[in-house]
């Protein structure tokens, strides 16, 4: 219920940010009642789970200590082993793959992981725990930790496997997105390095008097249009640009890259009916067939004939090469280098990416947190009999609380500790597939500020969580 309540005002937030229409999204049954049957079977798995096994105890058990936990299920560590395996396999399949599914192969890998360190927390909370030896004369506050984790690892375990998520999730999330701001506008740089670019300030696009006094030697004012074209599939629009550059095209031809050449069934010689804006069909003959080039464009036509046919076609931005731009530059007009031009291109997907992301990890984070205060409540829940040896032995309330709230301080830093782990192998791999697309070198980037807030949250309502129960365990 509070799911459903709380979709209003996220969508709210999206609406506010530009991320979607405002418009009136209809609620579904069929998501709604997926997503509900799904929390409660989970939840009833999970409680039978461990009323199987607590019925498996010997009648006398609950009357007294039968010393240390028996550790981890062996289901639970066979289901982590195979989810480390398999979050393995698709983190290096995620270096391999190129396009779109490269993001979804790394939220996989980073899911099974993030499966795997919270099957297997138990484990490795007890190995860490027992790692050298206690040294006499020790704190004993520090010693009590050890003790505790060491002697009860599954209890640890409730704290940090949700700390594993939320924070796993956050940094891999949040690493995608900085990731790929990192990743596009370096290789847009890339394609652009030598040039700068030229744009008019505050209005839609260069006039051509402005286009005209931007057109010194090795220039690029491109001119864009949208023709009507005959294919195989009947007529399609298409996007072409016009340029006055004479050695590529010419009045009456037209230059096409190879995928537009083989989709519209033309080759070099052939003649290709355009419609332009005005409704004008002119013949243009295909001068060239020519490779890919992003700069250059998939259907050229000269400027003029775009001009003639589309007076209210603008040039948006004019590619120049460094130094060239003549002095003093057109009044209105702004400059901006190969850097500068692509980060502000990017601008709008990076924040949108960002809001997204943010939201997501902000769930993230939040589901973490309420993982912890109940793990921490249901584990100092059933220490009361330990607890209470301790203020037999003389131990204080204050000194009792801040064990506890150390041990669960502790398992929610192993926790985030983890979770940062299990995030780095998908992020390094989309760092890898991203720096075979674009061709520049890119490096994971981790996003700092949601890997602090996720994993600080954590920290903080464990060590909170943990010494209320305690307070209330041992209150007089």
Sequence with gaps: MLAVVSAAPLHAVLVAADAVRPARVPAVAGPLAVAGAAGVLLAVTGGLAAARRAA?????????????????????????????????LLAVRTAAVTGDGRVGLALSAGAALVVASALLAPALVGVLARAGTARPGGRVTVALVRAELGTNPERAGAVVAPVVVAVGFAVLLGGLVATSAAAYPAQRTAQLAGQVTVERDGTPGLPDDVARALAVPGARIPLPTVLVVGGPAGPTAVDAVGTADPGLVRPGEVVLSTPTADALGLAGGATLDARFADGGVVPLRVARVLPPDERRGDLVVDRSQVRAHDPAALTRTAFLPAGAVPDPAPPGVTVRDAAAYAAAEYAVDARLTGLLATLLVA??????????????????????????????AGATRGRIVATVAAETGAAATLGSLLGLA?????????????????????????????TVLAAGTCVLVAVLAGAVTAARAVRP
Excluded: I, K, Q
């Design 56 to 88: 498996r105890g010997a009648p006398l058990d609950v009357v007294h200590d039968t010393g240390p936990g028996r550790g981890p299920a062996r289901g639970r560590l066979v289901g982590g082993l195979l989810a480390l395996a398999a979050g393995v």
């Design 363 to 392: 769930v993230s984070a939040g589901y973490g947190a309420l993982g912890v205060a109940a793990g921490v409540g249901a584990a100092t829940g059933t220490r009361r009999a330990d607890l209470a040896v301790l203020v037999a």
């Design 422 to 450: 299990v995030a780095v192998p998908p992020l390094a791999a989309v760092a890898s597939g991203l720096s075979a697309a674009t061709g520049t070198a890119v490096a994971p980037v981790p996003d700092v500020g949601v």
